[in-house]
C-alpha cells in the first residue's frame, strides 16, 4: 500500500507560480497512475491532472490547461504540479492520489490518497 506526502503549498497572489510535491513510499511507484485533485471550500473535490505510470500520457481539466503542468519523476518516487498564472479561483486543498490501471479522471478511481496541502491565491 501506498503513502502520499504533498507539500508545496502557501499562500500566493494572483499571477504567481507554485510548485506542488508529492512524495510516495510504501509501494512501486513506477506502476501507479497519479493524480491532483483539488477542494474549495463548499464545493465538491475535483480532478485537475494525471499522469500515467511512464509519464508519457497526461490529463488535466478544462480550467488549468495550458497553465499548470504534470510531471513524475519514478527515481523519486515524487509527482509535481506546476501550477502558474494561479488564479484566485484555483484557491483550493490540493491532493494527490495514486491508483493501478488507466490513467483516468474519475476520483472514486483512486484508492490511495495524501492528506492534501493548502493553496490561497489572493487577488
Known amino acids: 500500500q501506498v503513502q502520499l506526502v504533498e507539500s508545496g503549498g502557501g499562500l500566493v497572489q494572483a499571477g504567481d507560480s507554485l510548485r506542488l510535491s508529492c512524495a510516495a513510499s510504501?509501494?512501486?511507484?513506477?506502476?501507479?497512475?497519479m493524480g491532483w485533485f483539488r477542494q474549495a471550500p463548499g464545493k465538491e473535490r475535483e480532478f485537475v491532472a494525471a499522469?500515467?505510470?511512464?509519464?508519457?500520457?497526461?490529463y488535466y481539466a478544462d480550467s488549468v490547461k495550458g497553465r499548470f503542468t504534470i510531471s513524475r519523476d519514478n527515481a523519486k518516487n515524487t509527482v509535481y504540479l506546476q501550477m502558474n498564472s494561479l488564479k484566485p479561483e484555483d484557491t483550493a486543498v490540493y491532493y494527490c492520489?495514486?491508483?493501478?490501471?488507466?490513467?483516468?479522471?474519475?476520483?472514486?478511481?483512486?484508492?490511495?490518497w495524501g492528506q492534501g496541502t493548502q493553496v490561497t491565491v489572493s487577488s
Open positions: 492520489a495514486a491508483r493501478f490501471g488507466l490513467t483516468v479522471q474519475a476520483i472514486n478511481a483512486y484508492a490511495y
Open positions: 510504501g509501494g512501486a511507484f513506477s506502476n501507479y497512475v
Open positions: 499522469i500515467g505510470w511512464s509519464g508519457g500520457r497526461t
